[in-house]
């Protein structure tokens, strides 16, 4: 057997892409909720532009999404038919407090995920639960500057401790941040900052990433003492980066684009900040406040496991090849990759890619590793008999599993799960639109918000349920 026995298939979503219901049971505002269709989101996740309030005049595609906060029983019914032995979610920040910064929390919205809790527990499906997916109270970006102020680092404490204590021996599996990484490239949407005009915007985002590690080792410290079961992990955006070509001066590039990839959780896996990192904060005047209890905090609480997303490999070009073809990527731009095919989306599609980066986190890191995403978005057509014929899917997610399977058996790659994104249509994290689906549960929603929410199974639906009944075995 390739896989585990007990090996964690299942699927993934956030809640700002799928709960909707934003304003209800007392949920406060938070950064995903500003964040507009249309051409402004991109200049809103840079924080370049600042829209910290809504307007009329832009439609905000999280406010209702795929509304899981009314539909949740039957999501989980369906996830439960497939077979899911784990579910990913994210909680809204602003349903358990409001600002952010209270001492006491929101008991409707804690209720509200022990519901959902205990509906995956009522089918053997075990929770994995992200703290914070892309969301950071409004009021905290207003009063406080997101992520750039240490004060975060306490009402995030505040946060993980009132979490571990309800949810103790319901939730196992935690992650911290997802794509932590997503700072240095999304910085509104991975800390929510807004940069002032002549900030120097590498140290802000630096000193974000510093506040988010120590908060995490934080939590994975408040974690154990609270629950010694409890397993922590990190969750990266990863993708190894390839050298464009082997000139050195594209295989520096890549290398450095590595490094700079991993060391969020470099931090979060060895406790301490790699070298090259402290050189260049040296060099280039970057302060991040670090203080010796930092340094022990960050020491003494890594983590668990390592979890992260896999989309696609990614291309770096030295300075010396300057006239390479450039491409986007889940907001990472990089060098094209003229072997691979695109997505619908221009995301390079490259399943052996998988298994390299695979092999080189477990190279690197020596835990167990976590694949908390994968999946291909694209557009889906409603056949009049009401089927959805998604065969690209099946044959993206066949290929990707196929290599996940060969790191394991081939390689072996310690993998504790697998947990596809976006299981159920939901809004696309990067455009806000809804028709980049990567479900294999088709939700009748367009771009502009309209439609009637019903849920149906794709022709994936049945293909991934056979997956998980045969652990892996059966992708045909
Ligand atoms: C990851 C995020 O970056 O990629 C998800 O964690 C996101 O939130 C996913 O949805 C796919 O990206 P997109 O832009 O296609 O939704």
């Known amino acids: 057997m390739a896989f585990r026995k007990d090996f964690l298939w299942g699927g993934a979503t956030a809640a700002n892409q799928c709960e ?8 406060g505002l938070a950064n995903v909720d500003v964040v507009p269709h249309g051409k402004d989101r991109f200049p809103v996740c840079l924080g370049d532009l600042k829209m910290l309030e809504c307007d009329a005049d832009h439609y905000y595609p999280a406010h209702g999404a795929i509304d899981f906060y009314h539909h949740y029983k039957e999501d989980i019914a369906l996830f439960a038919e497939m ?3 784990t579910f990913r979610m994210s909680l809204a920040w602003t349903r358990i407090f409001p600002n952010g910064d209270e001492t006491e929390p929101n008991e409707a919205g804690l209720a509200f995920y022990e519901d959902v809790f205990r509906e995956c527990k009522k089918y053997g499906i075990e929770p994995l639960v992200t703290i914070t997916h892309f969301d950071c109270p409004i009021h905290l970006i207003k009063e406080y500057g997101g992520w750039r ?7 995030y404490k505040n946060l993980a401790t009132v979490l571990f204590t309800r949810y103790k021996g319901l939730v196992k599996y935690w992650l911290t941040f997802n794509e ?9 949407m991975g800390a929510g900052l807004v940069f002032e005009e002549g900030e120097n915007r590498e140290e802000a985002k630096f000193i974000a990433a510093h506040n988010e590690l120590v908060a995490s080792a934080w939590a994975t410290k408040i974690a154990r003492e609270i629950d010694p ?49 402290l050189k260049k904060f040296e060099r280039e005047g970057i302060d991040v406040g670090m203080t010796d209890e930092d340094k022990q905090i960050l020491a003494e609480n890594t983590v668990d496991f390592i979890s ?17 073809e450039r491409t986007q990527g889940n907001a990472f731009a990089g060098a094209k990759n003229p072997y691979l095919q695109e997505s619908q989306w221009g995301w390079a599609i490259d399943p052996m890619g998988f298994r390299i980066t695979l092999n080189d986190m477990y190279d690197r890191y020596q835990k167990p590793l976590f694949v908390v995403e994968n999946g291909l978005g694209a557009k889906d057509v409603v056949e009049e008999d009401g089927s959805i014929n998604d065969d690209y899917r099946i044959d993206y997610l066949r290929q990707h599993i196929q290599a996940m399977r060969d790191a394991v058996t081939e390689d ?13 249509d939901l809004v696309s994290a990067s455009t806000g639109e809804m028709s980049k689906r990567y479900g294999f549960i088709y939700v009748d929603r367009d771009d502009a918000g309209n439609g009637t929410l019903k849920r149906s199974k794709k022709k994936s639906f049945d293909w991934y349920k056979k997956v998980i009944a045969s652990n892996g075995e059966d992708l045909s």
């Open 83 to 85: 077979g899911f032995k």
């Open 20 to 27: 909707g219901a934003y304003d209800v049971d007392g949920r």
């Open 149 to 155: 102020n240490r004060k975060l680092i306490d009402f």
């Open 308 to 324: 992260f997303s896999y989309y696609s490999t990614r291309c770096s070009a030295g300075v010396d090849n300057p006239d390479v």
């Open 412 to 424: 072996g790659v310690d993998l504790m799960g697998y947990t596809s994104w976006g299981c159920i």
């Open 229 to 277: 079961d409890a397993m922590i992990g990190c969750m990266l955006a990863a993708g190894t980066y390839y050298p464009y070509s082997c000139r050195p001066g594209d295989v520096r590039a890549a290398q450095l684009d590595n490094q700079q990839n991993y060391f969020f959780v470099d931090v979060q896996s060895r406790g301490y900040y790699p070298a090259w990192a």
């Open 180 to 188: 932590i990484n997503m700072i240095l490239h999304l910085p509104f």
